[in-house]
């Protein structure tokens, strides 16, 4: 080929990958993690763990401990059914300050979203889903309880635990959130048998978590800051709150730990990466 030609088609390509990249919002983003139940190349989907035995709904609460010092943070923006008129008196189940403290310390987390919350907070919904740094996944819609006596939440019926949870994929599809993880966790993390077993097929993993950080409804943000430090080993799952009201001290321990664990040597991943790490066993 003459040089003169090669040199305009290299111009012309250089030229294109220029408005292309003139066209582009902000950074490059991750490829958008599928739905349950939705088609895409296998590549696209984010890694999930295979069902239990007859189909059972597979549970994971923490990563392989042998695969480095990584550690997930999840958030669970709770809001039961029932909480519309607490909300409308000005009662807060978001927490700006901790999304933005987890963005200054670019410490990426999975949220645990509930339909409710996500119909009361459509924009914060959306802007979370829209950041690579966030994975939303389903909290259910109601945040009633699966199972009986749990922590004293409203209970679902059996028959309609199902409909409760794909209900909630709607609520975040319709506030902006595209493509929610195939994850779910049960409402005060109380599920049996039969929780399992009505959530089979909806091709779904529960999450669970091995580090409790005793943020709900703490006042003390030291005494919750070392629980999560005693407690997170390699591959741990910290489950926190990013409610205001129930939560009033989880940025300041997020503000705390992130430091120390960095200084320990861990790395922070979301769950889907301690979820491809187990190879789609539990």
Known sequence: MPVARARRIA??????????????????????????????PSAARPPVLAPGPGGLTPVFEHGPRTHGKT??????????????????????????????????????????????????????????????????ANHSWSHYAFTADCYGLPTVDADGMRADVQRAYTSLRKAGVPHPMPYFRFPGGCYDQRALRELSGLGVTAVQWDVVSGDAFATDADAVARQVLDGVKPGSVVVMHCTRSAAP????????????????????????????????HR
């Open 71 to 136: 550690v997930a943070f999840t958030f669970d923006a709770d809001m039961t059914a029932d909480q519309g008129p607490r909300a409308a008196s000005g009662e807060h189940f978001d927490n700006p300050g901790l999304i933005a403290a987890l963005r200054a310390l670019k410490v990426p987390a999975t949220v645990f979203m509930t339909g409710r919350w996500a119909d009361q907070y459509p924009a914060e919904a959306r802007d979370l889903a829209r950041d690579p740094q966030f994975e939303v």
């Open 11 to 40: 111009a012309v390509c250089a030229l294109g990958a220029a408005l292309t990249a003139c066209g582009t919002a902000g950074p490059a983003r991750q490829a958008p993690a599928r739905s349950p139940g939705s088609a895409a």
């Open 249 to 280: 001290t989880t940025e300041q321990v997020v503000r705390t730990v992130v430091p120390e664990l960095r200084e320990r040597g861990y790395r922070f991943v979301k769950v889907s990466e301690l979820i491809g790490q187990s190879g789609g």
